[in-house]
């Protein structure tokens, strides 16, 4: 039950399908996988990608199995399939054109949108820079910078915090801005 | 991710058996055959036939008349044919020669007109009357088709069968027209019947793929 009658050499797949219309289910798995490796060839001449092509097979058969009242007994069966195929693989070739066509592939450098999040590289790299700069001031001055902008202490806060004068805090704190506004520059100038 | 081989158990496990479908040809003509028994009732109970039958003494309007329901014929048997996979698609032309012989008799009636009339033959008749008419009775006759078809394989190749289907419910459409338009056309009645046939022909092939691919995830 089920085996593909060879007719002249050639698999009998018109009965297979006729019994297949009939609702016999060995007979239609035998039809199945007797065409897939058949339809697995013609796939792979129009897909370059493996996956692709056997996405095309899996589309065909159920193609198949949608359209299967439409074969008729009296006519040949590898016409129909062909047919059936052929207008699968090109509508599938359409779809993946158009796509193509219309997306390009992002990488971050692409993420220039308007929402702050879709920016995040981009002020990742500006806070990287930043560290650096910071990291180059002289102490004292480094110091004000992470208490006061960093941590977002209060003069009162930082004053306790380090030991030092408020006074002593602003001076350090206007003049680490400048020197980081130089070396920033000094940085873009290079770039 | 579902291996082939698992999709064929699987719908070898769903199989149910399918009737198959009548041949083609003797499915339109079932299909046809339905619209002009409707269409020869509703046209007898309105009483058009006997202005009909003597317009027909006019070999002119007989020819534009048999050139446009042959073009709905060959519109409807064509979309049948495109339906099956492995049919040729050369029936795509199958309207062709009808519809330019619709043309050329239009054309001519009209040229007559002008003739006969002058400038009045440029006159704007019913011919609004006439587009809506065209277009609003392909409606139900589009409806109809699409039921016919839907069992068919019509979503392999929505473009053409659409196409021939539109032109074939037009042509209809316009030669049932032809009861209740009882003069000759001039040219922009023409104008407004191509125009009509146009725009059933676009709506049938921008509505078409969109109803036949929901119709295939049902299945």
């Known amino acids: 039950m089920g085996e593909a009658k060879p007719v002249g050499g050639e698999p009998d797949w018109a009965g297979l399908m006729a019994r297949a219309q009939g ?31 056997e996405d095309a097979v899996q589309d065909i058969l159920l193609t198949i199995h949608a359209v299967r009242q439409t074969y008729d007994p009296q006519r040949p069966f590898k016409p129909w399939l062909v047919a059936v195929a052929k207008r699968r693989i090109a509508d599938r070739l359409r779809v993946q054109m158009r796509r193509r066509f219309r997306e390009t592939i992002l990488t971050p450098e692409h993420e220039t949108f308007a929402a702050p999040e879709t920016n995040l590289y981009r002020e990742e790299s500006d806070g990287r820079e930043l560290r650096e700069a910071i990291a180059q001031l002289p102490e004292g ?19 306790a915090a380090s030991g030092l004068s408020v006074a002593t805090l602003k001076v350090s704190t206007h003049r680490a801005m400048k020197s980081l506004r130089k070396i920033l520059e000094k940085k873009a100038g290079t770039l | 991710m579902t291996t082939t081989s698992d999709l064929i158990a699987s719908l070898a496990a769903d199989l149910r058996p399918v009737q198959r479908l009548r041949p083609p040809f003797a499915r ?6 339905g619209l002009f028994l409707g269409v020869a009732l509703v046209t007898w109970a309105t009483g058009a ?15 534009e008349m048999l050139a446009t329901v042959l073009t709905g014929i060959a519109g409807v048997i064509a979309a049948f044919f495109l339906s099956l996979p492995d049919r040729s698609r050369f029936w795509f032309i199958l309207p062709a020669p009808p519809l330019v012989l619709w ?40 409806v109809a088709l699409y039921f016919a078809l839907r069992r068919m394989a019509a979503m392999l190749d929505p473009l053409r069968v659409m196409a021939a289907g539109g032109l074939g419910v ?50």
């Open chain 2, 49 to 63: 036939w006997p202005l009909m039958a003597a317009r027909l003494a006019d070999t002119r309007f007989a020819v």
């Open chain 2, 170 to 219: 037009a042509g209809l459409a316009a030669a049932t027209l032809q009861f209740y338009h009882p003069f000759d056309v001039t040219v922009v009645d023409l104008a407004f019947h191509v125009v009509a046939v146009l725009i059933v022909v676009a709506a049938m092939m921008m509505a078409g793929p969109a109803v036949l691919a929901r119709k295939r995830s049902d299945a």
């Open chain 2, 28 to 33: 339109a003509c079932l299909w046809l055959g």
């Open chain 1, 23 to 53: 609702g016999d289910a060995a007979a239609y798995r035998a039809l199945l996988a007797g065409v897939a490796p058949y339809l697995r060839k013609m796939a792979a001449r129009y897909h370059r990608e493996r996956q692709d092509a």
């Open chain 1, 141 to 159: 001055q480094r110091r004000a910078v992470v208490l006061l902008k960093l941590e977002e202490k209060s003069l009162k806060e930082a004053s």
């Open chain 2, 103 to 142: 043309l050329a008799s239009s054309g001519y009636g009209c040229y007559r007109n002008w003739l006969s009339a002058g400038a009045d033959g440029w006159q704007l008749g019913r011919s609004s009357d006439c587009l809506v008419f065209i277009v609003s009775l392909s409606i139900p006759l589009a």
